[in-house]
């Protein structure tokens, strides 16, 4: 529920903070006082259109911030929750209107689109004003109301979630249909590349490898041959490295005396004889063991080959073949998968069908006999309100085109105003009172089961007086009992009956107006309620009246 309400700076109201309490608050003043600034307010705070004639003279902006208490607002915790703006259990809205006429709008501290502001206030407050864009024109809350006072919103939203699944189906079918043939090529190309690099089957790092052995394998008879000669070189030729050796140890061998300095250089060298013995050795089983194997060179360059003229025919590097084997391989997988066959699909759009029409023929079952106890409902409520020729009429309409998400019908509350004149819709026949007072008549039907908690209902008693305007009271105060009502009203009778009473004035200084807004104690109220049944100068018999209405007023609903 609407807990606070703080303005500065609009219309003549340079500060205002009010609190609010759970029931029914009346607001009342004299005419031009400016018991409009809070309506309005709360409608800015709600979404509603702004301009700088908001703003008070001198001022350079206006500021409208409006705190909820959403602790039992299921609809409103889901919303902030799904836009990652809660905050607990308050909500805060605000809206500044510049001197320029720009306005920003915030929830809970952060800067946000206007229509988000129009959203969520749905979920918390209803505005009913002559002067107001009211929720009661839309057809779509005609639905809602139903909905929710027959007690069918599950049905509701069994309803939407099966169109929408028949709904996705026949997308599906229709996207095949209109694509059958290219996704058919789609499929035929797939399927012939697929095939040639499973028959590739070039596994990673392959080609690297396959290219290092094509090399040793193409030089393979020229590392024999070198090998061969090294082997010769080494020690098998007359003039070989280990003949020379054997040549330089033979003439030191022969020196005539020994020469100590000369010994490690005598060791070295037979060493070096060992070493290129051995060397040769291992040369010449080397050549003996190494063959050129051609047949395997061919292999591995036909294996190449392939690999390079598949990468050139998908114009990408060798390397990238297996990633691409991948890729086209999962595409097919989808392509493959998507749906089903046409056959398929049209089982599945009429299987989607019929559960669609399933629930929603017993969501029209619901709303038609809902509609018949509303009806009736809601034209005892009119009679009470003094409107007792006026006949109230839910109308179902079975849609022309095929069935939405809503259901099978169209829904609309028609008005007939007279016996004989035909039911036209409620936009079309009530003025401003009369539909604040259907309206009344409605909510005090439906507010067992609406999920809109904060009402606001703006001139209700327009046009009528006396029993009337009590009951109307009486009506506003019960609606109170189970949500929050507040309400403008010129009639001591309305305004006796609230829980909590606003009183608006204003005055002049150096010059200016300023409109002041001040919650009433009992004393206060009487006074109130005196001025609006004897105006300006209050007699004791006055006051005495308005005692006892306004002691009335609070004991009959105790």
Same mark, same amino acid.
């Given at each position: 529920?609407?807990?606070?309400?703080?303005?500065?700076?609009?219309?003549?109201?340079?500060?205002?903070?009010?609190?609010?309490?759970?029931?029914?608050?009346?607001?009342?003043?004299? %005419?031009?006082?400016?018991?409009?600034?809070?309506?309005?307010?709360?409608?800015?705070?709600?979404?509603? *259109?702004?301009?700088?004639?908001?703003?008070?003279?001198?001022?350079?902006?206006?500021?409208?911030?409006?705190?909820?208490?959403?602790?039992?607002?299921?609809?409103?915790?889901?919303?902030?929750?799904?836009?990652?703006?809660?905050?607990?259990?308050?909500?805060?809205?605000?809206?500044?209107?510049?001197?320029?006429?720009?306005?920003?709008?915030?929830?809970?501290?952060?800067?946000?689109?206007?229509?988000?502001?129009?959203?969520?206030?749905?979920?918390?407050?209803?505005?009913?004003?002559?002067?107001?864009?009211?929720?009661?024109?839309?057809?779509?809350?005609?639905? *809602?109301?139903?909905?929710?006072?027959?007690?069918?919103?599950?049905?509701?939203?069994?309803?939407?979630?099966?169109?929408?699944?028949?709904?996705?189906?026949?997308?599906?079918?229709?996207?095949?249909?209109?694509?059958?043939?290219? %996704?058919?090529?789609?499929?035929?190309?797939?399927?012939?590349?697929?095939?040639?690099?499973?028959?590739?089957?070039?596994?990673?790092?392959?080609?690297?490898?396959?290219?290092?052995?094509?090399?040793?394998?193409?030089?393979?008879?020229?590392?024999?041959?070198?090998?061969?000669?090294?082997?010769?070189?080494?020690?098998?030729?007359?003039?070989?490295?280990?003949?020379?050796?054997?040549?330089?140890?033979?003439?030191?061998?022969?020196?005539?005396?020994?020469?100590?300095?000369?010994?490690?250089?005598?060791?070295?060298?037979?060493? #070096?004889?060992?070493?290129?013995?051995?060397?040769?050795?291992?040369?010449?089983?080397?050549?003996?063991?190494?063959?050129?194997?051609?047949?395997?060179?061919?292999?591995?360059?036909?294996?190449?080959?392939?690999?390079?003229?598949?990468?050139?025919?998908?114009?990408?590097?060798?390397?990238?073949?297996?990633?691409?084997?991948?890729?086209?391989?999962?595409?097919?997988?989808?392509?493959?998968?998507?749906?089903?066959?046409?056959?398929?699909?049209?089982a599945d759009v009429e299987n989607?069908?019929? #559960?669609?029409?399933?629930?929603a023929d017993k969501l029209s079952?619901?709303?038609?006999?809902?509609?018949?106890?509303?009806?009736?409902?809601?034209?005892?409520?009119?009679?009470?309100?003094?409107?007792?020729?006026?006949?109230?009429?839910?109308?179902?309409?079975?849609?022309?085109?095929?069935?939405?998400?809503?259901?099978?019908?169209?829904?609309?509350?028609?008005?007939?105003?007279?016996?004989?004149?035909?039911?036209?819709?409620?936009?079309?026949?009530?003025?401003?009172?009369?539909?604040?007072?259907?309206?009344?008549?409605?909510?005090?039907?439906?507010?067992?089961?609406?999920?809109?908690?904060?009402?606001?209902?703006?001139?209700?008693?327009?046009?009528?007086?006396?029993?009337?305007?009590?009951?109307?009271?009486?009506?506003?105060?019960?609606?109170?009992?189970?949500?929050?009502?507040?309400?403008?009203?010129?009639?001591?009778?309305?305004?006796?009956?609230?829980?909590?009473?606003?009183?608006?004035?204003?005055?002049?200084?150096?010059? %200016?107006?300023?409109?002041?807004?001040?919650?009433?104690?009992?004393?206060?109220?009487?006074s109130e309620v005196a001025r609006?049944?004897?105006?300006?100068?209050?007699?004791?018999?006055?006051?005495?009246?308005? *005692?006892?209405?306004?002691?009335?007023?609070?004991?009959?609903?105790?």
């Open positions: 529920m609407l807990t606070q309400l703080t303005v500065s700076n609009y219309a003549i109201a340079e500060r205002v903070e009010l609190q609010f309490q759970n029931g029914m608050t009346a607001l009342t003043g004299e %005419t031009g006082a400016g018991k409009s600034i809070v309506l309005d307010a709360l409608a800015l705070a709600m979404g509603g *259109r702004g301009d700088a004639g908001a703003v008070r003279h001198g001022a350079k902006r206006a500021d409208i911030t409006a705190t909820f208490d959403i602790a039992r607002i299921t609809e409103a915790r889901e919303w902030l929750e799904e836009q990652d703006l809660d905050d607990g259990n308050d909500c805060i809205l605000r809206r500044v209107i510049g001197r320029d006429g720009r306005s920003r709008a915030y929830i809970n501290g952060q800067p946000c689109p206007l229509n988000q502001l129009k959203e969520l206030g749905a979920t918390l407050m209803d505005i009913h004003s002559q002067h107001q864009h009211q929720s009661l024109m839309k057809k779509d809350t005609h639905r *809602r109301l139903l909905d929710e006072f027959s007690g069918s919103e599950d049905l509701a939203i069994k309803t939407r979630l099966a169109w929408k699944q028949w709904h996705q189906a026949r997308e599906r079918l229709i996207s095949r249909q209109q694509n059958a043939d290219e %996704t058919e090529a789609r499929l035929q190309l797939l399927r012939y590349q697929v095939e040639e690099l499973d028959r590739l089957a070039l596994e990673v790092d392959e080609q690297s490898q396959l290219e290092q052995e094509q090399e040793q394998l193409s030089h393979a008879e020229t590392v024999r041959q070198h090998s061969h000669q090294a082997a010769m070189l080494c020690s098998e030729d007359e003039t070989s490295a280990a003949d020379m050796v054997r040549q330089a140890l033979q003439q030191l061998e022969q020196l005539p005396v020994a020469v100590p300095a000369l010994a490690d250089t005598i060791q070295m060298l037979n060493e #070096a004889q060992i070493q290129l013995s051995e060397a040769g050795n291992n040369l010449i089983h080397f050549v003996d063991d190494y063959e050129a194997d051609p047949e395997r060179l061919q292999e591995v360059e036909e294996r190449l080959s392939a690999i390079y003229q598949l990468a050139r025919k998908h114009r990408i590097q060798p390397e990238q073949l297996p990633q691409l084997h991948q890729r086209l391989s999962d595409e097919l997988a989808e392509l493959d998968n998507s749906g089903g066959s046409l056959e398929q699909l049209e989607y069908r019929k #559960a669609y029409q399933t629930v079952l619901a709303r038609r006999e809902g509609a018949a106890t509303l009806d009736q409902r809601i034209g005892e409520e009119l009679t009470e309100l003094g409107m007792p020729t006026m006949q109230f009429i839910s109308q179902l309409d079975s849609r022309n085109d095929e069935p939405g998400p809503a259901g099978n019908e169209d829904i609309e509350f028609l008005i007939s105003a007279n016996p004989g004149q035909p039911a036209r819709p409620l936009a079309k026949v009530a003025s401003g009172g009369e539909l604040s007072r259907i309206s009344l008549a409605i909510q005090v039907v439906v507010a067992q089961t609406s999920t809109t908690p904060t009402l606001v209902f703006d001139e209700v008693d327009v046009g009528i007086g006396g029993g009337t305007a009590e009951v109307v009271g009486r009506l506003l105060r019960a609606l109170g009992e189970s949500g929050q009502i507040i309400c403008v009203t010129h009639l001591p009778q309305v305004a006796a009956q609230s829980h909590q009473h606003l009183f608006v004035s204003k005055f002049t200084e150096a010059d %200016t107006t300023f409109s002041k807004i001040e919650t009433l104690n009992d004393q206060g109220r009487i609006m049944l004897g105006g300006v100068d209050m007699t004791e018999q006055t006051l005495a009246h308005a *005692r006892e209405m306004y002691t009335k007023g609070q004991a009959t609903h105790h």
